[in-house]
């Protein structure tokens, strides 16, 4: 009989053991390995049973067994020195305090970071893939930093899907219910004890209203709005029923909430907890963009003085990072404009802000642009002063994306930065290789150096010994070989097999045999069955009498996704061949808890993505924190820190980096040439190398590359460093700008938006009318100097309004500029008879070779981020009769 209604009976803790409450409501338990030891040694079987969650544990472990560690001084002595430790890293200063101390500029008093999906632990399915895995760690080195970060998103009912394999190897799903009374959240509640709601006007007199439960992460506090509750009808209350679900309204009516209601739920938690406001509002992706408009409405509601549009846009402007992970318009998210008008115009609108400057915000403006889409990202990008890649090579890929929001510059010029995303090391270093660096360095300086990303705390790690390097190789090996044949056979099992037919899997995988890994996601761009091409090429790799490999894959499709349901079934019939099926898995099901034992236990990492298609790929990170090799296309991160000694590079066919159609036969013939270059890596490099042993059994070149990839990568690869650097480059300079416009009633976001208004409105008339030049050879030596004098026509705008500057660098054979230098003229007295001031510079010939300079004008003002901000440039006309500008 199915039970008509479902809830939690809670274990009541004896008084002794209440701190139990106390780590387990934290999820500093998730990456804290003594908190997880105290759970385990509660009771090791319910903890195994539970999946290693300490708040199902604390509701399924026996009163008798509670009892006993109630009058058991040795565990409560462990107890009381574990939350007495917690409540030191929540109080104590870390480095974002030593730093504000230190700091002139004071740091943001708090930073809003908005994120659809955050992967913090397995305990808490609120992910789908590397975007959340990324927000957790974000969340996570935040907090071991001590930065001031209150992240929010939302809470999906169902989360993100279970994933199982039919008998003939397609993707089944299932939707489990979550239950927040068996999860590590509490709900979050106002002084009178009722819950804390949000509520968005909707069209037709609707209200979509949500609770908000409050997750902890170490320091941070996590809100996660949850609009399944009793207040909304049917169709409201299903809006965060699951992680990307549902048709084009649901996804938006999620954006909506996300970003309106999680500004409003950050202002209710302040007001209930005294929290600092935040003075900075990270977008991680555009899911959350309409968060900028929420921001807009409540300036021009709550100013005394009566902010406008425009100025209120500027002061949010200011004040907002948006960080896009995609590398192409495919995966970036667009609405019909007429839905977005509907649900933003009428009853439904936000006071203060018309439903036209919201449409704008999205509109695809630039030449190949769609009139009737509402481009979330677009949105984004017009919302935010400062905005950045995830990786260097993503900058370059996002600068030519989105160069259409910039008309007029060079893609290189478009003001997105990057910050190369890293991965949260206390999470993903298995304790095996913590003990190792700690036995040489010392435990304090190894959690210093996981925690911060400084690379002086990673100097020693190289006195190693080989010896003791690949004993804990083989280790980490054995341990990935166990828990593989657990899930196969509860794979196959789940897949009709009786026991009598499983007896093959105890052999499966061997742990001295060379192991490469490859688990993500499975769009087709990640290219799942790269290494399918030549199946008898492969069988001949893994079944090699002396340089065997085996390979461990995993990965899921998006339910919508029949394509990739198509990949992961032809690697399931492969790896079901009897033949091979000792030497090649596909485990099912991937998620947190899978790749904490999947990176540390294989020896190589493969990635084979379409480049440049791989924003960051932060799975070899992982990897490569474990003393694994990666093996990989030079896109991401990898592109970035190869460095022929931490792994291998896959030759790409399309050397320009260009993205093919998938249906062409261009795609098919480099597919097929980066397949084979593929297999001749693994063969003749990689397994060539990791066979190749001296007397003592050791693979002496190998273990060396193993060392270089910890010290090497290992402190650039941290979340920790990745989030120092958004403080010191991103957050605290938008703090600063947001101070500046807020200051006296907003009085600078007034006069910057009056300022814009006056340029926009005057710049038709702006022209560069002469460029002359001494140049009286055509030949120049190095390190002479040409005298510029160029005349200007500013129309009604005044000198101190613009910048004039002489561009110059290399040129190629359409005299097109590269590698840029930018040189600044100088006014030479006021306006001629004709309206036209003068700018004169010096501009050095610091190049041999071809080299040419040109001329523009820009709006110059003092609170711009960027000279390229309001995406206006006046060049000279091919008509204007200007002397020679280029150089041979």
Known sequence: MKAIRRFTVRTVLPEQLQPLHELALNLRWSWHPETRDLFRSVDPEVWAATGEDPVRLLGEVPAARLAALATDRRFLRRLGDLADDLREYLTGPRWYQTRHEADRAPLPAAIAYFSPEYGIAAALPQY??????????????????????????????????????????????????????????????????????????????RTLAAHIWKAQVGRVPLLLLDSDIEANSPAERDVTDRLYGGGSEHRLLQ??????????????????????????????????????????????????????????????????????HTPVPAGIDRFDRELVARHFGGDAALPGVPVEQVLALGAESWCDGDPKLFNMAAMGLRLAQRANGVSTLHGEVSRSMFHGLWPGFDPAEVPITSVTN????????????????????????????????????????????????????????????????????????????????????????????????????????????????????????????????????????HPADDGGKRLIQQMVAFADDPAVRHRIVFLPDYDMAMAQRLYPGCDVWLNNPLRPLEACGTSGM?????????LSVLDGWWDEWYDGRNGWAIPTADESGGVLDPDSGEAERRDDIEAAALYDLIEHQVAARFYDRDADGLPQQWIAMVRHTLVTLGPKVLAGRMVREYVERLYAPAAQAQRELAADRNRGSRELARWKAKVREAWPAVRVEHVEADCPAEAQELGSSLALRVQVALGTLAPGDVEVQAVSGRVDERDRISDACLLALKPVGGPDLDGRTRYEGALELCRTGPFGYTVRVLPAHPRLASPTELGLVALPAESAGMDAGLLR
């Open 422 to 557: 890293g991965v949260h090391a206390a999470t993903w270093i298995d304790p095996a290789v913590v003990r190792l660096g700690a036995a040489e360095i010392g435990a304090e300086r190894a959690e210093e150096a996981m925690t911060t990303g400084d690379t002086r705390r990673w100097t020693g790690l190289e006195r190693i010994g080989n010896t003791e390097v690949w004993e804990l190789r083989r280790a980490l090996r054995a341990q990935l070989v166990e828990e593989a044949r657990r899930r196969l056979h509860a794979s196959w099992r789940g897949r009709g097999a009786g026991e009598a037919e499983l007896g093959w899997v105890s052999s499966v995988l061997d742990p001295d045999v060379l192991t490469i890994g490859f688990a993500r996601r499975v769009p087709s761009y990640k290219r799942l069955t790269l290494m399918l091409r030549d199946p008898e090429r492969l069988r001949a790799l893994l079944l090699h009498p002396t340089r065997p490999v085996q390979i461990v894959v995993a990965g899921k499709a």
């Open 255 to 324: 954006e909506m909430l996300l970003g309106i209601g999680g500004v409003r739920a950050v202002r209710a938690y302040c007001r209930l907890t005294g929290h600092p406001a935040p003075d900075v509002f990270h977008t991680n992706e555009g899911h959350a963009g309409f968060l900028g408009v929420e921001r807009i409405r409540e300036l021009v509601a709550e100013d005394p003085a009566g902010l406008d549009f425009a100025a209120a846009l500027e002061a949010v402007r200011a004040g907002t990072l948006f960080t896009t």
């Open 128 to 205: 789908s893939g590397g975007l959340g895995i990324l927000a957790g760690d974000h969340l996570k080195a935040a907090s071991d930093l001590g930065v001031p970060v209150v992240g929010v998103g939302l809470f999906y009912r169902h989360g993100y899907f279970r994933q199982s394999l039919s008998r003939d190897g397609w993707q089944q799903e299932r939707y489990p219910l979550l239950d927040p009374d068996e999860l590590a959240v509490s709900l979050l509640r106002e002084a009178d004890g009722t819950p804390c709601r949000v509520d968005l006007a909707l069209p037709g007199g």
């Open 622 to 630: 992982k990897a490569a924190l474990n003393g694994c090799l990666n």
